[in-house]
């Protein structure tokens, strides 16, 4: 498949639970000394259509994204080295995560290098 952008694709991305859908990052190419940027597109690998994202933007400094579907395959987890967002994958809208503190510390700044991480919708 052909970008839908002029810079090709960054690195990353994930199949969906079931195998039908692919999500990928389209990219535009740098300018100057400003990083490129990328968005979120889905790839139907059935009938091979092509939806991207509005938002969000990743800010790529070295051409990489990545994605995880949630389990039911209703909502990726995207980003790159400038956060995450949480994204519907049939609206593709977009919502920023935010880490919270947890056991006396914010995530990033204890000594351990794994965490858990949850993701809770809330309904409104």
């Given at each position: 498949?052909?970008?839908?952008?002029?810079?090709?694709?960054?690195?990353?991305?994930?199949?969906?639970?079931?195998?039908?859908?692919?999500?990928?990052?389209?990219?535009?190419?740098?300018?100057g000394m400003s990083p490129g940027s990328a968005r979120l597109?889905?790839?139907?690998?059935v009938t091979g259509a092509t939806r991207m994202a509005r938002s969000p933007r990743v800010s790529l400094g070295m051409d990489f994204a990545w994605a995880r579907w949630l389990p039911d395959?209703?909502?990726?987890?995207?980003?790159?080295?400038?956060?995450?967002y949480l994204?519907?994958?049939?609206?593709?809208s977009a919502r920023r995560l935010f880490l919270a503190r947890g056991h006396g510390?914010?995530?990033?700044t204890g000594k351990e290098i794994n965490f858990t991480a949850a993701v809770v919708l809330i309904r409104r």
């Open positions: 498949m052909r970008s839908p952008l002029p810079g090709g694709f960054a690195v990353g991305g994930a199949f969906s639970p079931d195998g039908t859908r692919l999500a990928v990052f389209p990219q535009t190419p740098p300018r597109a889905i790839v139907n690998l395959g209703t909502h990726l987890i995207v980003g790159a080295g400038t956060g995450g994204v519907d994958s049939a609206t593709l510390h914010t995530i990033g």
